[in-house]
Structures are given as structure tokens and as C-alpha cells.
């Protein structure tokens, strides 16, 4: 008997199976809500029900899209409940994911049986929610107060053996379907709804100790805390908690936290689909070579071994190719370390890689990247070699950070197979891919690109050719900023509190420190000529790398580094430096709420995010917030620069930036979408 085209029941004996068909992910729409009412009226007079999906997951969640309206009928939890309280007992024959609504239902269910690698969770606090549907009040009843904080405040997924361990699954069977008709063939006596039982004894201060513990890690993020503060009502009896649950869950989709982190996810996906190479297929990588094995190269050789490629290495010399091969090595042993990597997945990937110090070994490679010196005529070098080398319609790809690709590639005979790809160091480890597209691109190449940074499990962004690309060109105009601040009154703890207080990982001036202050400082010799000489420029960071002060690998830097640590002391040297620089500039130096340093810095990433689409060098809002996001640690949470922007209003903005503009004439040029605000 057919419910609605999304959910299905059919009889097979006394057993009534029930299956949700909604592809991709058989989420919990509106139409599968109703099929699933529905479907618990229709299993009437079956001994057992069994709720299985079509496809390859359980319900792996909510409709996202759906978020933004206001909710439509059948509610979920009602759905849920009904499922608990049918007098039909369900088992829910699961495979794939069980997350947010989906797990929401199987805890509704009387048994729950999982194919081995089931991944279960409340996914809900990476989008800035809480589950509405009883997942916080069910959970802890299901398998205690510390699983279900682990679960919920992270959006952890477990395997379905880890939370059968735990109480969660009743079996994890090869089969579930034949582990569901062995179920029915002797039916247990059905045991309590989960929703009815007590939560197993906690220690009395775990939710305070969680608390902190989740504060500090949340950095200002606060979905995270509003799953605790749900768990802990689960001490109360479920028909008083779950509707605050509920009423907290729908509260919380209107906020601005919950709408950034939505934007991020669809965001996240939009950037890798860009008009470009819409329809345009793919050549599918498995071979690349990668020239120079320093910090980049090595992070990058790994990322690609981690993807399932097989990988040469080359070196200057035969020492310099054992040295990349140690770090290699050490790169992925680290994994092994810390339990990411078994054994035999090392053994696979140093099968697929060799370090050699000769051109010739990358005559095979589908794709070369390469990441020697930041020098233009050693890189020429290597794409001549390369070309002489490789087949002539290799992909021929740069990591290059500030020069100009056109450049690197003048002496290759055809350009359209040429494009940057632009790594974040650690190169294994950050999300972030710039593919560097030239005028003269070939769609097909920057599709491959993008495919392979999927394979590489990256977020791919689109950047065409200007200084910096989009994430250093905004990183530049954000330490100009921040560097005018300085002059004009600031220090630089106070503007590094100012933005970790807003959520950044660090401020700018200790990132500086941690990463070195000689690449940039070597790029604004390079552009010194062509320097606007309207623009202010505050010598401050030049004077710090003159007194070789080139951040905490030399143990001085912006701040003073304890040997052997890396917590930033505040340097009085420092300080007096900038003090005299202010003076020498006849400046009197003011005062600075973090907030104005905050919002004059935002204002600054979002006002050179709006002029980098303008001049066509990212497609979108999107683009230029997931480089922020996976490129910087600009908070998720907070969706990035451009959509920091419209959450507060273009208007005040845009007025925050002509403040900066004002502060500094002749130093700033607005965007369009600003000034006209
Ligand atoms: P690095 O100095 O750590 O490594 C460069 C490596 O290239 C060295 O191992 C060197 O032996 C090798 N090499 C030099 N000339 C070579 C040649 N002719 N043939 C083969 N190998 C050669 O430098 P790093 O930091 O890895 O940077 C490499 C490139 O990546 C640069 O273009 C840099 O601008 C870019 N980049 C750097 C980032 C960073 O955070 N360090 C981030 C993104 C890009």
C-alpha cells in the first residue's frame, strides 16, 4: 500500500515494512514527514513495523532549504513521537548515516539494527542549532550524559559498534534486513521508550566542567553550549523538556549564528560548481608530480597521497629529494601517530610515492605542480623542464603565492594547460584551494583542477590573477589596516584581542609572528615601485624585519617568545617603537575600543572582498567567504566577511569603511556596493 511517493508500506505476513525513498539523502522533508504519519496508521494490525531507506543512507538529516520558512505540518517531533507511541512496535533496519532527524527517529524506534560503519549523529550544532525533535532529551536516555555531550556539542558521528558499546544500537549485523527477520522471528518483549526511561547517573559537575571546557573550544560560537543547556533539561520528565527543546530548536533557526553556518554549508558547495566549468567534464587524475619538497611541496605531496594519487617527487639533488622524502614520510607517519592512519594505509601510500632528484621520472604524471623558491626565473626554469619532459598536454600547475602565473609560464608553448593552484600551508592539513585561472584558460583544465581538489578533499575557489590572489590581497589590505591602527594609537595586543574576540583564531599580528614576517616584507620591497605614492604606508613592520625580528622561529618578533614556547609575550621594544613612529609622524596617538578596532577591520576585509568581485577576480560573496573560512579561520559561525557585512547591514559597513577611508586619505579605494550605500 502506497502512503505517499516518499514513504512506502507493504505487508509481508504480519510484518509491515516501511521505506523512505527520497533521494539524495532521504531527508526529512515535509513530504516524508506526512509519509511517516501516515505510515504509522497503516501498519495497524501488523505484529512489528520494520523503517528501512531506499538508497545509500538512512535519513542522514532535515531539509536545510526548508529552514527558512516557517515550519509546515506535519512536525517533526509529532512524527516522532507517534512513531514512539505506535502501538505497532518499529525496528529501524539502518545503513549508511543516521544524523539529526534521522537518529531523532531511530531512537523513536523499539529496536535499532545497523550494517556494520553506520555513522550516527546530532550534526544540528554544526549549523547552529539544537535538534528539535526530542535527539537531545532521547540521547542521554539512550547512552548517558557524557556520550550524548560528546555527540551533540560536536556534531561527532560514531560507528554503529562504537555506539552499540554504548547502548545506542541493539546489533550490528552484515545484513540488518535478514538481522530484522531473525528479530521478528523471536520479538523480545518490547522494551521501554527510550523517552520514558531515566538517564543513567552523571557526575554532578560534568555539565559545569563541560561547559567550560566547550566555551573555551567554542571561541564565541554558541551552539555548541545551547546543546548542553538541552541535555541538562533531559533530567526533567520528557513531556515538560522536549517542547522548550523544540521551542529553543526553532528560536535558534533564526539566528544569525544558525544563518551563517547555513550559508557556509550551501556556500561550501556553490564555490566548488562555478559557472565556468558548468557541464564542462573532467579528466580524472591519478599521477602527479610535484616539484620542490620544502614546507609546501611535502604538505602537498601528502594531501595528494592521503586522495588515493600516486605521487613523484622532485628534488634539486639527490639529498634534497632524501630530505622531502623524510618529511614526507614524517608527514604521514604523524597521521599513523595520531591514529588517523592504520599501518597498512602507510604502506600503501609510500608504495605510491618516490622522491628523485630527475625530470625524467615525471614523464608519466598526468599533472606537475610545482612549489620550489618564491623566484620567477627558477620557476621558468622547472616549467622548461617540465614541458620537455612531461606529454605535451599535461597539466602544468604553480603554487606560486604573489607572482604573476602569465609570467612563470611565458616560455610554455600552450598556455590554456597552464593554471595556479594555490595551497595554504599546512598543505595536508588547511581546506582551503585557490585555482588560479589565467585569461587564456582552458575550461576543461580548470574543471580537472577543481576535481582534484576534491580528490584532495579541499574547498576549490576560483581566484583570477592580481596581487595576492583573494585571500593574501585581502590579507594585505587587513594588516594595512591593522598597521594604521598601530600608528594611530593602537598596540598590537590590543587589536590581536580585539579579533580573537570576534572569533578569529588569532590576531594579525601574532599570525604574522607564527608564519614569518620575510615573505611579505620580501613582497612589498618587490611592489615598492609601483607603490601608489598617494597611499599612506607605515614603515613599522619593515623597521621590525630590519631589527631581524622575523617572528617566533627567531623567538622575536611582534611580541618576545619564551625559549622553547609560543605563547606571545608583549614586548616593551616593541612597543616603543611604534610609540616613535607615531611621534616622528607628528600623530597623536588615541585610544581604541576593541570594537572600533573590530569593526574598522571587518569593514576593511568586507569592503576589499566587494572590490576583488568587482574586478572579476572572484565570482561571488561565496567564493571570496569560504577563502576567508578555510584559508584564515575567519569564523564559520560568523559566515565569513561578506555575509558578516549584510548581517550587520551594508549601511553600517559601509560606513565603518569610510571612517577607515577618512582616517587615512587617499590610502583606501571603496567599492561600489559601499560607497553607494
Ligand atoms: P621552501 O623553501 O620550504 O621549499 C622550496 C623547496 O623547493 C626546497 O626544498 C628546495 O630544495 C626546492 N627547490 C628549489 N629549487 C628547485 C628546483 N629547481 N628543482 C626542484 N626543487 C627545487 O618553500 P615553501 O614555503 O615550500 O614555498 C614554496 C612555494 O610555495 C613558493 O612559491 C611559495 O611562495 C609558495 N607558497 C608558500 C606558502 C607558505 O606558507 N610557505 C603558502 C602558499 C604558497
Known amino acids: 500500500m502506497s502512503q505517499s511517493s516518499l514513504v512506502s508500506v507493504e505487508f509481508k505476513g504480519d510484518v509491515a515494512w516501511v521505506t523512505i525513498d527520497n533521494p539524495p539523502v532521504n531527508a526529512t522533508s515535509t513530504g516524508v514527514r506526512q509519509g511517516l504519519s501516515d505510515a504509522v496508521d497503516a501498519v495497524k494490525g501488523a505484529r512489528v513495523a520494520v523503517l528501512c531507506c531506499a538508497g545509500k543512507t538512512f535519513v542522514a538529516g532535515g531539509d536545510m532549504s526548508e529552514f527558512d520558512a516557517p515550519p509546515v505540518e506535519p512536525h517533526l517531533p509529532d512524527v516522532v513521537q507517534k512513531i514512539e507511541d505506535s502501538e505497532v512496535p518499529f525496528i529501524a533496519c539502518m545503513h549508511g548515516n543516521v544524523l539529526g532527524g534521522g537518529f531523532e527517529i531511530g531512537m523513536a524506534c523499539a529496536w535499532r539494527i545497523a550494517a556494520p560503519g553506520t555513522g550516527f549523529g546530532l550534526p544540528e550544532v554544526n549549523v547552529g542549532l539544537i535538534p528539535g525533535a526530542g535527539g537531545t532529551q532521547r540521547l542521554p ?10 555527540m551533540a556539542c560536536s556534531g561527532k558521528i560514531l560507528k554503529a559498534e562504537t555506539l552499540a558499546e554504548l547502548g545506542g544500537v541493539d546489533r550490528v549485523a552484515e545484513d540488518p534486513r535478514a538481522a530484522v527477520l531473525e528479530l521478528v522471528a523471536d520479538l523480545p518483549e518490547r522494551p521501554i521508550p527510550v523517552s520514558q526511561r531515566a538517564v543513567a547517573e552523571f557526575a554532578p559537575d560534568l555539565l559545569e566542567a563541560s561547559r567550560e571546557a566547550l566555551k573555551k573550544r567554542a571561541k564565541g560560537q554558541k551552539s555548541p553550549l545551547e546543546n548542553l543547556t538541552a541535555l541538562g533539561w533531559s533530567v526533567e520528565p520528557f513531556a515538560t523538556a522536549q517542547p522548550k527543546e523544540r521551542a529553543r530548536h526553532l528560536e535558534l533557526r533564526q539566528s544569525p549564528e544558525s544563518r551563517a553556518l547555513r550559508y557556509a554549508f550551501f556556500a561550501e558547495r556553490a564555490v566548488s560548481k562555478p559557472s565556468l566549468i558548468k557541464g564542462v567534464a573532467a579528466r580524472d587524475i591519478t599521477r602527479i608530480a610535484v616539484v620542490g619538497g620544502g614546507l609546501m611541496g611535502a604538505g602537498i605531496a601528502t594531501a595528494a597521497l592521503n586522495g588515493g594519487l600516486s605521487v613523484t617527487l622532485i628534488e634539486r639533488d639527490a639529498d634534497a629529494a632524501a630530505a622531502a622524502r623524510n618529511r614526507v614520510e614524517g608527514l604521514l607517519q604523524g597521521a599513523v601517530k595520531r591514529g588517523k592512519m592504520s599501518e597498512a594505509q602507510l604502506r600503501d601510500r609510500l608504495a605510491a610515492f618516490r622522491a628523485v632528484n630527475s625530470y625524467a621520472d615525471a614523464a608519466d604524471a598526468e599533472l606537475a605542480i610545482e612549489a620550489v623558491f618564491e623566484d620567477l626565473s627558477v620557476k621558468q626554469q622547472v616549467f622548461d623542464e617540465l614541458a620537455r619532459h612531461m606529454s605535451s598536454d599535461a597539466i602544468l600547475a604553480t603554487n606560486t603565492s604573489y607572482l604573476d602565473p602569465r609570467e612563470i609560464f611565458a616560455d610554455v608553448g600552450n598556455q590554456a594547460r597552464c593554471i595556479g593552484l594555490h595551497f595554504f600551508s599546512p598543505a595536508h592539513v588547511m581546506k582551503l584551494l585557490e585555482v588560479v585561472v589565467a585569461p587564456q584558460k582552458s575550461a576543461e583544465v580548470v574543471a580537472t583542477a577543481v576535481a582534484l581538489g576534491k580528490k584532495l578533499r579541499k574547498v576549490s575557489v576560483l581566484s583570477g590573477i592580481c ?107 616593541v612597543e616603543a617603537l611604534i610609540e616613535a613612529y607615531s611621534d616622528q609622524q607628528g600623530i597623536t596617538r588615541k585610544d581604541f575600543s576593541d570594537e572600533e578596532i573590530c569593526s574598522r577591520l571587518l569593514a576593511v576585509l568586507a569592503n576589499e572582498g566587494a572590490l576583488i568581485i568587482e574586478d572579476g577576480i572572484a565570482e561571488n560573496a561565496e567564493a571570496v567567504d569560504m577563502v576567508q573560512i578555510h584559508g584564515y579561520g575567519f569564523p564559520r559561525w560568523r559566515g565569513g566577511p561578506m555575509n558578516y557585512c549584510n548581517e550587520i547591514g551594508i549601511s553600517r559597513c559601509a560606513a565603518n569603511m569610510l571612517t577607515v577611508a577618512k582616517e587615512s586619505p587617499g590610502s583606501w579605494r571603496l567599492a561600489g556596493q559601499l560607497e553607494n550605500n
Open 467 to 573: 596581487d595576492g590572489f583573494i585571500g593574501n590581497r585581502m590579507l594585505a589590505a587587513y594588516r594595512r589596516a591593522a598597521d594604521y591602527l598601530l600608528a594611530d594609537g593602537a598596540l598590537p595586543y590590543q587589536v590581536d584581542r580585539a579579533m580573537r574576540a570576534f572569533g578569529m583564531p588569532m590576531g594579525p599580528y601574532e599570525l604574522q609572528d607564527l608564519t614569518g614576517l620575510q615573505i611579505a616584507w620580501a613582497n612589498r620591497k618587490r611592489n615598492a615601485a609601483n607603490r601608489d605614492p598617494n597611499e599612506r604606508y607605515v614603515t613599522i613592520a619593515d623597521q621590525l624585519c630590519q631589527h631581524e625580528r622575523f617572528g617566533q622561529r627567531v623567538g622575536k618578533g611582534w611580541y618576545r617568545y619564551e625559549e622553547g614556547s609560543r605563547d606571545p609575550v608583549r614586548d616593551p621594544e
Open 141 to 150: 536516555r539512550l547512552v548517558g550524559m557524557q556520550a550524548a555531550i560528546d
